[in-house]
């Protein structure tokens, strides 16, 4: 399957598990922690993980795919999936309206597509490698920069408490040189927002690869100067108009 192809199946997907998650908002009940006692998991996030990883299959058979939730599933056919199911889910264990569905896809386990929903607004951004973004099928570019003084700038913080130190530093540079910051909850959003303009850049350390597999393609396709984590870079991820990449990340890295 081509990128193109690829992107139209996570974009079908993604919408089907924001459809199911739109029904069941403002039920989620925190089911069991991961990675620290602030780490949540609510039963709705392995529902909408299994729905994303049998429609997945179904129309992709012999795929491999990474979730959050549930086994990694192995593959044969070279095409492989990355799936958060909720992304922001301590938003939605609070109802609060800011959570999305994120599938990416890979060849030969390089990302050439992806998809963010946007469960509550109904919004869905995809790209395809190559190929640019889109919001709801329409052609998305980042923003021009208008220089650091004057740039939004979104981040996120660690579900582990020493982690939050080093970023709580990093903010405390940023935030002075920046027109302001916000932390909205989602990794993917925020990379996607990003995208579109709504943000001018986005900042964070201590992602996994499914909070931002997929809307770090899409914010590359848009336009936007996008850095992923490596053993160098103390596993930053950052995207930003291409003219604020460098000032901002020297306040960032300190």
């Known amino acids: 399957m081509t990128p193109v192809e690829l992107e139209a199946i996570a974009v079908d997907v993604a919408e089907a598990a924001a459809e199911f998650l739109r029904e069941v908002a403002g039920t989620g009940e ?20 299994e729905l994303i990883r049998g429609e997945l299959l179904r129309r992709c058979p012999g795929s491999s795919i990474v979730g959050e939730e549930l086994d990694d599933e192995v593959g ?79 981040t996120g913080f660690s579900y582990h408490a020493e982690r939050r130190r080093h970023q709580a530093a990093a903010l405390s540079r940023v935030l002075p040189a920046a027109r302001d910051v916000r932390a909205f909850g989602s990794a993917a959003l925020h990379l996607c927002w990003v995208a579109n303009g709504r943000c001018d850049a986005f900042f964070e350390h201590d992602l996994r690869i499914y909070d931002w597999a997929a809307g770090a393609l899409i914010a590359e396709e848009a336009g936007a100067q996008v850095e992923l984590p490596d053993e160098l870079n103390d596993d930053l991820v950052f995207a930003a108009s291409p003219p604020l990449f460098a000032p901002l990340r020297a306040l960032i890295v300190g």
């Open 76 to 154: 044969h056919s070279g095409v492989g999936w990355i799936v958060d199911p909720i992304d922001g889910t301590v938003n939605f264990l609070y109802d609060l309206p800011v959570f999305a569905v994120s599938i990416a896809a890979t060849r030969d386990g390089t990302v050439v597509a992806g998809a963010v929903a946007d469960v509550l607004r109904g919004e869905v951004f995809s790209a395809a490698r190559g190929s640019g973004a889109r919001l709801d099928g329409s052609p998305i570019a980042a923003a021009a920069s208008h220089g650091l003084a004057q740039a939004l700038v979104a």
């Open 30 to 49: 925190a089911l069991r922690t991961k990675s620290s006692p602030t780490d949540v998991v609510t039963a709705l996030d392995i529902q909408s993980e």
